[in-house]
Every structure is written in C-alpha cells, then in structure tokens.
C-alpha cells in the first residue's frame, strides 16, 4: 500500500553542501563543450540533471521508486532533474536528499538516505546509471572513489533535507502557497478493472482500480453491512491526523441468520506500517481487546492520505487474503470488510473525508491468474446516542503518539482560503456526530490537545 497535506511543495533548496553536488547550466555547457568530456567529473558532478541530458534516463511518472523496511515510496522525475514525491507532491533536488526524508519517517534515527544506492529508476538502482556514464564518457574514471564520494553525499545531503525540513517548519505558507500545492498534486488516475487482464509483473501495484457495483458483475451483495457512526468517527479522525497512511481494524460480530455484519469498533494501529518490531505488540493488544468486550475482526481500515478512497492493486490483494484467513479451515463464510478513507484528497465534496466500504469477488475460474474484481459494498451507518469513553480515550492516545511525528498534520495550515486544517477536521468529524450534542463539548478538548502539537 505509502506527506504533507495542502502546504506548498516543499523543496529541498540549493545550499551549502547541496550546491557542490548540483551542476549549474554553465558548467553542464563547459562540460560538453571540453575535448573528452573536460577533466575528470567526480561522482558528485553526476546529477539526475546530467543523466537526463545524456539520455541515460527520462523524465516520468513513477518512475523512481525506494524500497525501505517493507515501506515503498514513488517519485516522479521532472525534466529538470528534480524528483516529486507522488504522495506529497513535496520537490527534492537529489535523490539523496529525497531518501533520506522517507527514510526517516519510517526510521527517525536515520541519518542519510545512500539515496543512488536506494533510489531505482524503472527497478535498476541510480548508481549504476552514474557507473554507466562513467564507463562511456570517462572510462579512465577510477572507480574506486565512487562509494566514498557517494557516502559523503548522502551525509550531507541527508543534512541538507533536515535543514529544510526544519526550515519548511518555521515557515508555514500563506493561502497562495497552499492552494500552489493543490493545483500541482499529482493524481493517480484509476482504471477500470476490465483494462486489467492477466497480473502483469510490471505493473506498478500502486495502480488505482475503480469498484464494480455487484449487479455489473451479475451478483447480489451475499451479507449486509452495518457500521456505528462511532467507527467512523474515531477512524476518520485517525486518517487525519498524519500525512502519512494508517491502518486499523474493525471489530463487530457476524449474524449468520440474518446475514448482518455488524462493525461496532474502529482499532487504530499505533504503529509504522514498516515498523515490524512493534506491530506484533500492537495487533496482540488489538486481539485482547477485541476478545474484552466480546467481538469479533470483521475487517480492517487504511487511509490514501491525499488519493482517491480507491483500492490499488495492492489493496486487492491484500483485501483477498484478508477474507481467505477470516473464512478459515472450515471453510465456513464470513464476510471481511475493507474500508479506505481518503482524507485529504482534493476532489472530495467539501470538507468531508471520502469513505469507501468495498469487497474484493475472486477471479473467475477460468481466469485464476487475475486480480479479484474490487467491488462496492452498500452500507447502512447507524448513528450512535453518544460519543463512549473508550472512542475519546483511543483519540487521545493517537494525538499523543503522533504529537512528535515529522509527518504530523499541521492544523494551523490552511486547507483552502477560508479554512484552516483544524476547520477541516471538525467537519468531516461532524459528519459522524452522535445524536447526544454534548459531543461537540467533548471533542474541543480533543482538538485543543491537537492545537499543542506544533
């Protein structure tokens, strides 16, 4: 499956260290221009921008990718030499200096990011496009300067991102810059699932695949589905809260009578998706719950912090093998839902999060190397009487454990001219208010918390 939310496209600025590896247009000019490629050219003098004008590589979207800690990040790279992050639109000026920021969200302690050996261009890591280069245009290069001019790159270029990481910090934009960023965010477009066809080892599983409704596919929906207004409010406010993507679980209970699947508790995971060590903790404390009050899993949720609430490729599949292990050995039915919140997506209809219950049916029989066919599932939300102490106590543990986090939404930050990230969350909360008024009391108290985490 994974950020600043509306804030201006933040850039890794040219400065100190960073400027000796970037090239200016005069010395790329000079650099041609000498007999054999001028002197000798150090790693460092090799940038995306020389690779991009030698035709090593060529600018597109998605095609940089790295792969940290089971977490995966893809970027763009512009024709400028420049890489934007797909998920925040967020500008680095080196592949260094982009690694070493998601690198660190995932690992805080994270010094560099060896961004040329953790970068891939179209699955080959950077730094054998810069050995090619070396080899055709200074074969007498000595190629035993490369990993330490490389490390020493990635020491300062890991420092320069801090800087402007801390930099960006201090400065929040103006409304000008925010909505600068909402128009250049990148959006993956959907596709439909009949373009799919067999799985394609190529394909990015980041895809987005727009649902099927069960009567397009020449079925009936097999369970109903029924979920507290509480759920969505506790998971909404979970989504909200980090630019980064989340995860939780559902729990509830299973009528096999009647067919209902009822979800009455939202589980946030307090953890990192790629933070392995802890997960196991958090999903054994999760059980313990569930089993205290006498509920079942009955699903799972995740956030596409800044997409459209649809499932990728990836979500698919994970969506199957999560109701294969709800189905069990005795191969009796029980429905798994999967719900995906888009929180800070653009094209959403005001201020409210996108919510997307959905399904996955598996491929025909005679089609057993396709994708499941995601389709749609039709909910019906019962408003709770009021807001319980447990929901208010989850809530409060998520403001404490993402209070530190660099990829913490800034409130204060402007989501379109007239309303703040604050403003935002209020009402797309509201959207799920308990019938009891007295809630509105209580969540103040929760966003005051949110209001001190800057």
Known sequence: ?????????????????????????????????????????????????????????????????????????????????????????????????????????????????????????????????????????QPSADMSMVSEEDEDEDEEEG???????????????????????????????????????????????????????????NRFQPFNVAVSSNVLLLMDFHCHLTTSEVVGYLGGRWDTNTQLLTVLRAFPCRTRLADRDSASAVEEEICQNLFMRGLSLVGWYHSHPRGPALPSLQDIDSQMDHQLRLQGSNNGFQPCLGIICGPYYHGNQGVASTITPFWVVPPPEQRPNDHGIPVAVEVTYVQDNFLTSDVLNEMMLLVDYYRTAPDLVQFSQYWCPDTTMMDKIKGSLSCHAPKDQAYSQILEHVYSQLSCTH
Not at 48 to 71: F, Q, S
Not at 179 to 203: F, H, K, N, Q
Request: aromatic share 6%.
């Open 1 to 137: 499956m994974g950020s600043e939310p509306p804030s201006s496209p933040q850039v890794v600025e040219d400065g100190g260290e960073e400027d000796e590896e970037e090239l200016s247009g005069g010395e790329e000019a000079d650099l041609r221009s000498s007999s054999g490629r001028g002197s000798l050219l150090t790693r460092r003098g090799i940038t995306l921008r020389v690779l991009l004008k030698d035709g090593l590589v060529e600018p597109g979207d998605g095609v940089l990718a790295i792969h940290y800690l089971g977490k995966n990040f893809v970027g763009d790279l512009l024709n400028d030499g420049k890489i934007r992050w797909v998920e925040t639109g967020q500008i680095f000026n080196s592949p260094s200096a982009w690694a070493t920021h998601c690198k660190r969200l995932v690992n805080p302690a994270k010094k560099s990011g060896c961004g040329w050996a953790s970068v891939r261009y179209r699955g080959q890591k950077l730094v054998q496009y810069k050995t090619t280069w070396l080899h055709k245009y």
């Open 159 to 217: 420092k320069t991102a801090v800087q402007a990481d801390e930099k960006n910090k201090n400065n929040k934009p103006g409304i000008i810059d925010v909505m600068v960023s909402r128009r250049t965010d990148r959006e993956r477009i959907p596709v439909r699932y009949c373009t799919l066809g067999t799985r394609d080892a190529a394909r990015d599983p980041h895809t987005l695949v727009e649902l099927s409704a069960f009567s397009a596919i």
